[in-house]
């Protein structure tokens, strides 16, 4: 029997969920949850073979929900079901430790199939997303990442600079390279498309 935690922030589609995974006889829902920080604790809690995620949540995303679970000494292994085909979301899971990522309109018994392979440590990942995220590279150091999700949350340089401990003109210089890099005109560009590509 395969013992799973649920963690879906939106109610109705978690319900979905829970009711076509319990019709597979050695799949065992032992857990749900819309938060990932409560995602966290019942992992801890229950210790199961598979945690099945979201990756936008409230709390804790997906991907710093696998982060968290990689740093513990358990055995959960992760898959990631999301809204979001965009190759940066899943070159991001899979560094975070996921051992699987599916849209949410991925058929059920498709998505059961995925359930058992990361349960026996395989890696299933949806093909479509696969061959975009082998061709789409994320460009961005963790630097120039942080800096773009300041830019978006309305940030200027010098508020940027300070939070960083960083001085102006080295923002300033970050946000060259990532503008250069993601071949826009200027930082909303940058980071709308970095936000696009899911690389933040």
Known sequence: MIRLV???DQ?????????LLSLEKDIDIVADTGDGREALALVKTHKPDVLLTDIEMPGLTGIELSEAISKLNI???ILMVTTFARPGYLQRAMAAG??????KDTPGEELAFAIRKVADNETCIDT????AAWQ???PLTPREREILRF???GESNKVIAQRLALSPGTVRNYLAEATAKLGVSNRIEAARR??????L
């Open 136 to 138: 789409t590279q994320d």
């Open 151 to 153: 830019v978006e949350q």
């Open 11 to 19: 109610s109705l589609l978690r319900s979905a969920l829970k009711t």
């Open 75 to 77: 055995d959960t292994k």
């Open 128 to 131: 479509e997303l696969a061959v």
């Open 98 to 103: 996921a051992k699987g990522y599916f849209l």
């Open 6 to 8: 649920l963690a879906e």
């Open 194 to 199: 970095a936000r696009e590509n899911g690389w």
